[in-house]
């Protein structure tokens, strides 16, 4: 499985990377997932629910993408963890 994560108008700590990778280390138990894509973004700087996490997961033969916007970084990938998981069990 490859991984691939972007940061756009930041930097990403090694903090918040060390927990994206946890995060994603869970999907490496499904074989068929041969892609993971997260892309962090800052929308409105200085607000609230101002951090979007993005992630796409390639599959054969279909992908999966969500995207959601929360307080934290990490708070957005969770969601976007979770609805993806789910959309594997579907997929079994």
């Known amino acids: 499985m ?3 994560l972007q940061t756009l108008h930041f930097n990403a700590t090694e ?3 060390a927990y994206i990778d946890k995060k994603v280390a869970k999907l490496e138990k499904n074989p068929d997932i041969s892609t ?6 800052l929308v ?5 629910n101002n951090k979007e996490a993005d992630v796409h997961v390639v599959l054969p033969g279909q992908t999966i993408h969500v995207e959601k916007v929360a307080n934290t970084f990490e708070e957005a990938v969770d969601h976007c963890i979770d609805v993806v998981r789910r959309g594997l069990e579907k997929t079994k």
Do not use: Y
């Open 36 to 41: 993971v894509e997260i892309t962090l973004k």
């Open 15 to 17: 903090k918040l990377a």
């Open 44 to 48: 409105k700087p200085e607000s609230a």
């Open 2 to 4: 490859e991984f691939k």
